[in-house]
């Protein structure tokens, strides 16, 4: 099956930096990578995601990378905020409707005002 | 839109007792609908799959008499926890697949924070 490994655990940056989280998957049939943010005791919340068929893509300060070919993808943050400060998971699905996501064990990020 | 709502979302309740965990979809048809456990400063870990109508699909390791999935309507599903023991104490949280709109994109539940004395 599928199996994400995420990295790092733990990202401190100064408020303005830029924050980057890598993550691998090992199933090349997956073609579906979103990425979540999960404040303490809340629910995970979709902040961008990526599919197969593309390479990247930016939402404002956000912007995700994939490469197919070394199978990893990874999210970008801009001009970090104080409120940027939680949890961050990727995941990686087969995307076909219904299809289960297999999350990241999760990077901490800290944004020091 | 997209809102997926979870009940009770805190529960204490004694060790060998079951509690039952709902899972809506506020505003749109689930087909499918995943449960997942999170320890404590740890990931997401899928427990399993539900789909309406049919049974449950667990992920290796999880015990399908422990956990009891039903997905009795495309708007709501619940997991019931069986004789609960303190190990089981967790965050559960559900997420829903919308049917419309052929997206892979799922939806959350807020959580139930479940603790077993």
């Known amino acids: 099956g599928e199996n994400v490994e995420q990295h790092p655990s733990t990202l401190s940056v100064q408020e303005g930096d830029s924050a980057v989280i890598k993550c691998t998957y090992s199933?090349?049939?997956?073609?579906?990578f979103p990425w979540y943010k999960q404040e303490l005791g809340k629910r995970p919340q979709l902040i961008i995601d990526?599919?197969?068929?593309?390479g990247e893509k930016k939402d404002q300060r956000i912007a995700v990378t994939l490469n197919k070919t070394a199978k990893h993808f990874s999210l970008h943050i801009t001009e970090t905020q104080p409120e940027d400060s939680a949890v961050y998971f990727c995941?990686?699905?087969?995307?076909?409707?219904?299809?289960?996501?297999?999350f990241g064990q999760g990077t901490e990020l800290s944004v020091k005002p | 839109g997209a809102v997926v709502s979870q009940h009770p979302s805190r529960v204490i309740c004694k060790s060998g007792t079951s509690v039952k965990i709902e899972c809506r979809s506020l505003?749109?048809?689930?087909?499918?609908m995943f449960w997942y456990r999170q320890f404590p400063k740890q990931s997401l870990m899928l427990m399993a799959t539900?789909?309406?109508?049919?049974?449950?699909?667990?992920e290796q390791g999880v015990e399908k008499d422990k956990f009891l999935i039903n997905h009795a309507s495309l708007t709501l599903s619940t997991l019931t926890v069986t004789s609960a023991h303190p190990e089981d104490s967790s965050f559960y949280i559900c997420?829903?697949?919308?049917?419309?709109?052929?997206?892979?994109?799922?939806?959350f539940g807020p959580g139930t924070r479940l603790t077993v004395l």
């Open positions: 505003d749109f048809q689930a087909t499918t």
């Open positions: 997420s829903a697949d919308s049917v419309a709109g052929g997206t892979d994109t799922q939806y």
């Open positions: 990526i599919r197969s068929n593309v």
């Open positions: 539900s789909n309406e109508g049919s049974k449950a699909t667990y």
């Open positions: 995941a990686a699905s087969q995307g076909n409707q219904g299809g289960k996501l297999i």
């Open positions: 199933d090349s049939a997956s073609n579906y």
